[in-house]
DNA sequence: GTTATTCTGTACCGATCGGTAAAATATATT
DNA sequence: AATATATTTTACCGATCGGTACAGAATAAC
C-alpha cells in the first residue's frame, strides 16, 4: 500500500510533455520552467519524480526510442535488408516530417554540440546513435550470410551511409524540410544500395 | 589617423580563437568567460570591437564560410557536376574529419536546437543550410541544360539528397568518426548518382 | 604640456540557470 | 482521533548567464 499523499499527475502524461520540450528545445535549451509548466508540475515534484533535469531527460529518451522511433527496430526485422532499410528510412521520413511533433530526431538534436556541463549527454548521445548503426551493421552482416546482399558488401560502410542519410535528414527537417521532400531524399538515397 | 589608445590585441586572431569555441560548443554552449579567454581579451574590449555575442558569432559564421569551409564555393565551379559534388562531399570528409578542429560542421552544430534566446542564430543557419542547397541546385540546373545531367534529373531533389548527405556527416563527425570512414560514405552516396 | 579620444581592467548589473529547504496538505495505518 | 509518510507549495539558494558603468591608461591632435 502507498503511504503519504498521493501524487496529483499521472507520470506517463507528465513524460509526454517533457518529451514534446526537450524534442523542441534540446537538454539545454529546455529550461526547467518551461519543462514544469508543460508538465503541470513544479519544481519540487519533478525532481521527487524523476530525480534531476539529467535523469529526466534519459527516462525521456528512453521513452522517445520506444515510442515515436520505434520504427527503427520495426524496421531491423523486415524479411530483406533491402526492405530493413526502406523501411527505417521512409519510416523517418514520415516521422521527421510530421509537423505535429517538434522537427528532427531528439537522438541527433538533443545535444549535438553542447556546454561543458551537457557533455555526458551529448556523449549518451551519441552512443545511442553508433548502437543503432551497429544494429544496421549487424542486420547487413546476417543479410550477407543469407545471401541477401552481395558478398563484397562492407556492412559497416553501408550501416554507416545509412545512418547518414538518416542523421543528414534530421538536420533538415530541423529546417523545414516536408514529410514529401524527406521521401524524395531516400528515393534518391536508395539508388546506391549494392548490387545494380 | 586614428585617435585614443590603440588595442592591445589583432582583430583577426581573435575572431579565430572565437570560432574555434564556437565550432566546439555551439552559439548558445560557448559561454563568454570561454570565449574571452580563447580570444585573449577582457570582456568590454570584445563588446567594443564585435558588437555582442549574436554579432560576434555572425562574424566568426562569416569567417567560418569563407575560411574552413570554403571547399563548397570552390567545388561549385568544377567543370562538371558530379565532379563538382565529389569535390564538395570529399573535400567536407576531409574538413569534418580533420582531428586539429572540432568535429562537425559549424553551420550544422551552431544551434540546430536551442533555447528560445537563440532562435534568430538558428534561423539564420537553416537560411545558410538552404542557401547552400540552392547553389547546388542552380549548379545542376545549369549541368542539365549543358547535357552535363540527365534531362530528367530533378536538381532540387538532387541538392536535397547531396545536402542531408553533407549533413548527416557533420553529425556523425560529431562522434568519432574519422576522415577515411567519412570517405567510405562519400563513396556509398555517390553511388546514387543519377544516370547509371 | 594639455586635451580629446579610445581602449583596458575591475567591478558590478539584473536575469536566469539548475536545484533545494521547509512548511503546509493529503493520504494510509494504527 | 493520532501518527507516519509522501506530495504539494512557496520561497529561496549559490552559480552562471549576457551585458555594462566607470575609472585608469595609452595614444593623437593641438
Not at 539545454?28 to 519540487?44: D, F, K, Q, V, Y
Given at each position: 500500500?502507498?503511504?503519504?499523499?498521493?501524487?496529483?499527475?499521472?507520470?506517463?502524461?507528465?513524460?509526454?510533455?517533457?518529451?514534446?520540450?526537450?524534442w523542441?528545445?534540446?537538454?539545454?535549451?529546455?529550461?526547467?520552467?518551461?519543462?514544469?509548466?508543460?508538465?503541470?508540475?513544479?519544481?519540487?515534484?519533478?525532481?521527487?519524480?524523476?530525480?534531476?533535469?539529467?535523469?529526466?531527460?534519459?527516462?525521456?529518451?528512453?521513452?522517445?526510442?520506444?515510442?515515436p522511433a520505434?520504427h527503427?527496430?520495426?524496421?531491423?526485422?523486415?524479411?530483406?535488408?533491402?526492405?530493413?532499410?526502406?523501411?527505417f528510412l521512409y519510416g523517418s521520413a514520415d516521422l521527421l516530417g510530421d509537423p505535429t511533433h517538434p522537427r528532427g530526431c531528439m537522438v541527433v538534436q538533443?545535444?549535438?554540440?553542447?556546454?561543458?556541463?551537457?557533455?555526458?549527454?551529448?556523449?549518451?548521445?551519441?552512443?545511442?546513435?553508433?548502437?543503432?548503426?551497429?544494429?544496421?551493421?549487424?542486420?547487413?552482416?546476417?543479410?550477407?550470410?543469407?545471401?541477401?546482399?552481395?558478398?563484397?558488401?562492407?556492412?559497416?560502410?553501408?550501416?554507416?551511409?545509412?545512418?547518414?542519410v538518416s542523421h543528414g535528414m534530421s538536420v533538415l527537417a530541423a529546417g523545414a524540410a516536408t514529410r514529401?521532400e524527406l521521401r524524395?531524399v531516400v528515393?534518391?538515397?536508395?539508388?546506391?544500395?549494392?548490387?545494380?
Amino acid at each position: 500500500m502507498a503511504k503519504g499523499r498521493p501524487r496529483e499527475f499521472d507520470c506517463e502524461q507528465a513524460l509526454d510533455k517533457a518529451l514534446e520540450v526537450f524534442w523542441r528545445y534540446g537538454y539545454e535549451g529546455a529550461s526547467l520552467p518551461a519543462l514544469t509548466e508543460a508538465m503541470g508540475i513544479n519544481r519540487p515534484s519533478l525532481y521527487a519524480a524523476f530525480g534531476n533535469k539529467e535523469a529526466l531527460f534519459k527516462k525521456v529518451l528512453d521513452r522517445y526510442t520506444a515510442g515515436p522511433a520505434a520504427h527503427l527496430k520495426c524496421a531491423l526485422s523486415a524479411p530483406t535488408a533491402r526492405e530493413a532499410v526502406e523501411r527505417f528510412l521512409y519510416g523517418s521520413a514520415d516521422l521527421l516530417g510530421d509537423p505535429t511533433h517538434p522537427r528532427g530526431c531528439m537522438v541527433v538534436q538533443g545535444a549535438l554540440s553542447c556546454g561543458e556541463g551537457a557533455e555526458s549527454i551529448k556523449q549518451d548521445l551519441t552512443a545511442r546513435r553508433t548502437a543503432a548503426e551497429n544494429a544496421m551493421r549487424m542486420r547487413f552482416e546476417q543479410a550477407i550470410l543469407d545471401g541477401d546482399l552481395p558478398k563484397d558488401t562492407n556492412p559497416a560502410d553501408l550501416a554507416r551511409y545509412i545512418a547518414t542519410v538518416s542523421h543528414g535528414m534530421s538536420v533538415l527537417a530541423a529546417g523545414a524540410a516536408t514529410r514529401d521532400e524527406l521521401r524524395h531524399v531516400v528515393d534518391m538515397a536508395m539508388r546506391a544500395w549494392p548490387g545494380r
